[in-house]
């Protein structure tokens, strides 16, 4: 999805100062409640100029979860080795890539967080599978690979290792908020990160997950 030129031709500063402040709508509403006039509100702008940045609220949200996902494939380049041998260890830098992320970026976090909160909705139909259908692409690709390179189960279907990757990954946030109650919408209002628990433990986590997904995807 991409913005109308006048977006495009803001400059670097105002365009962040605009995405920050939709981030931050997106990241504490559902996207039935976030609210259009809020935002330009406090871009101080009038509601219509701002259709001149983003045709609807629509193109706007999906302009947001290209960008947030673009910003965190940025981000991992820096912080995980491609060079690495082991499917699994791979996983754990990505997850701490994501804390990283999560900290550095907390607002995109927690905007692509809600994004997979979404129910089924007339205006932007099933979000939730869209958004993963976007991560699955690459996970495919990613799993096929480690399939060819023997370390991963042949006789599994790549589309099934996939998901269970994806949802490995999902699950592991989800166990997260229920044993620590987190509420990263009244962390981002109020701290402005999502979390704030030791990296030691959250790394230990994420570990007993992916050692639990080892266990049914690996080869002997």
């Given at each position: ?38 935002i330009v ?10 259709y001149r ?37 791979l996983m ?129």
């Amino acid at each position: 999805m991409v913005a109308l030129k006048t977006f495009n031709n803001l400059p670097e500063e105002r365009k962040e100062q605009v995405l920050t402040v939709c981030l931050r709508e997106f990241s504490l509403h559902d996207y039935d409640t976030a609210s259009l006039s809020g935002i330009v509100s406090e871009l101080g702008l009038a509601k219509g100029s701002f259709y001149r940045y983003f045709e609807n609220k629509k193109s706007l949200y999906l302009y947001l979860i290209d960008y947030c996902i673009q910003a965190r494939v940025i981000h991992d380049e820096g912080l995980v080795d491609r060079d690495t041998t082991d499917f699994f260890v791979l996983m754990l830098q990505h997850f701490g890539a994501k804390m990283s992320f999560d900290r550095k970026y907390p607002l995109h976090s927690a905007f692509l967080y809600n994004v997979l909160q979404e129910r089924n909705n007339e205006e932007l139909g099933d979000i939730k599978l869209y958004s993963k259908e976007r991560v699955l692409s690459v996970i495919r690709v990613m799993v096929g690979e480690w399939v060819k390179r023997g370390q991963l189960r042949a006789d599994l279907d790549i589309d099934t290792i996939a998901f269970m990757v994806l949802q490995t990954q999902l699950s592991i946030f989800d166990y997260i908020a229920l044993r620590y109650h987190v509420d990263f919408s009244s962390n981002i209002r109020e701290k402005g990160i999502l979390y704030d628990l030791p990296e030691a433990e959250l790394l230990s986590i994420s570990r007993q997950f992916v050692n639990l997904l080892k266990n049914g995807i690996a080869t002997s």
